[in-house]
């Protein structure tokens, strides 16, 4: 995924991010903020901005002869995560109230019909595969449901946010962005006519058209993929670690805990959305000069042992420690409450209707999914059949 250039301990280190994505062009250099303290000090310090129209001259200078990083642009990437305040504000606030944590609770009955309809459909197979049979149309079931994007639009709707986070030619990104525009816009100004009260009425109500669908496809975007990874990867984990697993089967009130460790461990969201400095901005005695594009390793930082105790160790009930893997400062994520009650209501459906359920894809045939933000799989086969092979401790990454 990325290249180091200059490698300076738990220090902030020049990078060469070798994928592209969206409006990401490939081979972007960077710096890299990998220690648990540097990385919630760039999260709280406003001199890291993020405004998509002052960053995109900076990826074109930063990515030298790639020159394409106009023709990655598009409407739906002026969101809430690419804008400072105020403009982050005005776009956040309409859908805040939505996402809150008493707000959420609310779902947890429909969350848990969600994950029991979705496993219905494949639990009597011998073998399913447990990412686009379960993780996924799961997810996607509960994003959807609660955006108000109609239930027979779900798969193409997949399709585009799939190619749209993924390391495709600009060209096909253009395309399906194009689409996905297209087809937001038509949904929106629908909404806007009708009294429903799901976000993207709020959002039509309170936006205007180009700004409601960019906020539309930030939350779709950012809303089930880390999600479903996380279901997929945290299974992985409690099955290279047997005795944590054997835990949480017997006392499935340790599964919100267990949630939480998960999050930490495995990291969905590995790296972060870009920043960049337009002043000279000292970091960890490392200075990074104006118009350095950076990113946050949240995945490491989240294994950084000057904050946790043993951080590789996975123990369902690890004593708590905030970690980062929602992000933090004004841009955390504000589908957190929403992911947790999803991950929770999976795993307690899972345990409790499949408790035999073992991963049959052997460790050398899982492929991972090319996206430097998002760490996923692209597949795995489970069942109730023998495993092939044990499952070796620790062989997830
Ligand atoms: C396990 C699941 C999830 C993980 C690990 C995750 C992680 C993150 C992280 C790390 C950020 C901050 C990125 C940065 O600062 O560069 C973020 C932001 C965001 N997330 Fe999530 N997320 C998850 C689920 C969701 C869900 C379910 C939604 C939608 C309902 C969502 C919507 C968003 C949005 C819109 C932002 C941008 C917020 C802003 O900039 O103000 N996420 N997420």
Same mark, same amino acid.
């Given at each position: 995924m990325y290249r180091d250039i200059k490698q300076a301990g738990n220090k902030p280190t020049e990078i060469v991010l070798e994928t592209g994505m969206a409006y990401i062009p490939p081979n972007l250099k960077a710096w890299l903020i990998t220690s648990y303290e540097d990385v919630e000090f760039v999260l709280r310090d406003?001199?890291?901005?993020?405004s998509i129209n002052e960053a995109m001259p900076l990826f074109a200078e930063n990515a030298p002869g790639e020159g394409n990083a106009q023709a990655r642009s598009s409407l739906l990437y002026d969101n809430m995560a690419n804008n400072d305040p105020p403009k982050h504000t005005a776009l956040r606030k309409p859908v805040n109230g939505a996402f809150t944590s008493r707000a959420v609770a609310t779902k947890r009955a429909g969350v848990r019909a969600l994950a029991e309809e979705t496993l219905d459909a494949v639990a009597h197979q011998e073998s399913f595969d447990?990412?686009?049979?379960?993780a996924f149309p799961f997810s996607i079931a509960v994003i959807c449901s609660t955006l108000g994007v109609p239930e027979g639009d779900r798969g193409t709707f997949d399709s585009w946010v799939q190619t749209i986070t993924s390391d495709a030619a600009p060209d096909v990104l253009k395309r399906d962005a194009g689409l996905m525009v297209a087809y937001l816009s038509d949904l929106i100004a629908r909404k806007r006519a009708g009294d429903d009260d799901d976000v993207l009425s709020l959002l039509a109500r309170a936006l205007d058209g180009p700004e409601a669908v960019a906020q539309a496809y930030a939350l779709l975007a950012a809303g089930y993929e880390t999600t479903a990874n996380l279901i997929v990867t945290g299974f992985l984990t409690l099955e290279a670690h047997p005795e944590e697993r054997e835990k949480l089967w017997a006392d499935r009130s340790l599964v919100p805990g267990a949630v939480e460790e998960m999050l930490r461990h495995q990291s969905p969201f590995n790296l972060s959305l870009y920043r960049y400095v337009t002043e000279t901005v000292q970091v960890n005695g490392v200075e990074l000069p104006a118009g350095s594009i950076v990113f946050l390793a949240f995945a490491a930082a989240n294994r950084d042992d000057g904050h946790f105790e043993r951080p590789d160790d996975f123990t369902v009930n690890r004593s708590r420690r905030e970690h980062l893997a929602f992000g #933090?400062?004004?841009?955390?994520?504000?589908?957190k409450h929403l992911a947790r009650l999803e991950a929770e209501e999976a795993f307690d459906v899972l345990i409790k209707r499949c408790p035999d359920l073992v991963s049959l894809t052997p460790a050398e045939e899982r492929e991972w999914k090319a996206s430097p933000t998002f760490r996923g799989l692209k597949s795995l086969v489970v069942g109730? #059949?023998?495993?092939?092979?044990r499952p070796e401790t620790g062989a997830v990454r």
């Open positions: 406003p001199r890291f901005r993020k447990l990412v686009k049979d379960f #933090g400062g004004i841009h955390n994520c504000i589908g109730t #059949g023998p495993s092939p092979r």
